[in-house]
């Protein structure tokens, strides 16, 4: 007797197989020890994700850092919010002229 293999069959052998093997090679390009960190895994003594602590996270975008003066810092800000004020206008000057072709193939 002959078993017949269907594709949703081949597709989980190769995922049994793909899926530890890519995640092997992955925590080795991480610098981890990839078998190691699969058996950890597998005993339960491991997460795939980690947590990150509200604490840790901060905000840079109001910090100077210190190779930048604070003149040069206050010259960068005042640069970057006139380029968003300069997207606002291009997004809407692109929305009129949507409009108006829109009218004009509507005629």
């Given amino acids: 007797m002959r078993f017949k293999v269907t594709g949703f069959t081949r597709f989980l052998l190769i995922m049994i197989i793909l899926v530890p093997l890519a995640y092997v090679i992955a925590s ?22 980690t947590t990150i602590k509200e604490d840790s996270m901060v905000e840079t975008s109001d910090l100077p850092t210190e190779s930048v ?7 960068l800000v005042l640069a970057n919010e006139a380029l968003k004020d300069s997207i606002l206008d291009k997004e ?16």
């Fill in 28 to 49: 080795y390009y991480n610098g981890k020890d990839g078998i190691e960190e699969l058996k950890k895994l597998v005993l339960g003594k491991s997460k795939l994700t």
């Fill in 92 to 107: 809407l000057k692109i929305r009129e002229l949507e409009r108006n072709l829109k009218l004009c193939k509507g005629k």
């Fill in 69 to 75: 003066s604070k003149a040069v810092y206050r010259e």
